[in-house]
């Protein structure tokens, strides 16, 4: 079975551009969440996507926004870039019910801005 | 206040020692899961081992388990035989029932395998 993949998997971009960055679940799995990681700030997460409907967010600005298609493959955007958005970007996936709580995670997007 | 606290920065140990991996966490919530991810430096979360707040058996899964002391809010990874390989940064992390499947990570633990 294909794990999570994440793409593009490095990206270059300047101030004030916007960046899309996409994941595609693992086969089955319905729920995407997506987490930002920085040496400062560690991992923290920003939101969860589940059949197509943001379902939780976390303490980011609005320039941070997601969505999910109906095939469950996600895709997060960040507008007005700054400096701070610097960081590896990882996507997770989840197979919701029938008790299964692991979240699978992807191979990440390093996205620098300059 | 932290929810996830990982005390030791960075760890040592020889090849097939066993080493634990500190967790403490901070939770109100009745019902809860706790992970243990490892993250070499290619970058990947590589998912380990699970704990719920209702299982009354540690978990185990091969080389690692949980040793879980639910009134101390502990969730320590125990890493038996270390192999090389394993060195990589470790993260403890918490699910909160009431908040979804958001999980809150602590800070982390390089641990160093040599041989």
């Known amino acids: 079975k294909a794990g999570v993949t994440q793409t593009p998997r490095y990206l270059i971009k300047t101030r004030g551009q916007q960046v899309t960055l996409s994941c595609s679940p693992i086969?089955?799995?319905?729920?995407v969440s997506w987490y930002q990681q920085t040496p400062g700030q560690g991992l923290q997460f920003l939101f969860e996507?589940?059949?197509?409907?943001?379902?939780n967010k976390g303490n980011f600005p609005g320039r941070f926004s997601g969505r999910q298609f109906s095939n469950s493959r996600s895709e997060m955007n960040v507008s007005t870039l700054e400096l701070g958005d610097s960081a590896l970007y990882l996507c997770?996936?989840?197979?919701?019910?029938?008790?299964?709580?692991?979240?699978?995670f992807g191979p990440g997007t390093r996205l620098t801005v300059t | 206040a932290q929810k996830i606290t990982q005390t030791q920065p960075g760890m040592f140990v020889q090849e097939k020692e066993a080493v634990t991996l500190d967790c403490t966490y901070d939770?109100?919530?009745?019902?809860?899961?706790l992970f243990w991810y490892k993250q070499p430096s290619s970058g990947e979360m590589i998912f380990l081992i699970y704990?719920?707040?209702?299982?009354?058996q540690n978990a185990t899964e091969g080389r690692y388990s949980l040793n879980f002391q639910k009134a101390r809010k502990s969730a320590n990874l125990v890493i038996s035989a270390s192999q090389l390989g394993d060195s990589a940064m470790y993260f403890c992390?918490?699910?909160?029932?009431?908040?979804?499947?958001?999980?809150?990570f602590g800070k982390g633990t390089t641990l160093s395998v040599s041989s």
């Open positions: 704990q719920g707040s209702y299982d009354q």
């Open positions: 939770t109100s919530d009745p019902s809860y899961g």
């Open positions: 996507y589940f059949s197509e409907t943001q379902r």
């Open positions: 992390a918490m699910r909160e029932n009431q908040a979804g499947t958001a999980l809150i």
């Open positions: 997770a996936s989840s197979l919701e019910g029938a008790g299964s709580y692991e979240q699978y």
């Open positions: 086969s089955g799995h319905r729920s």
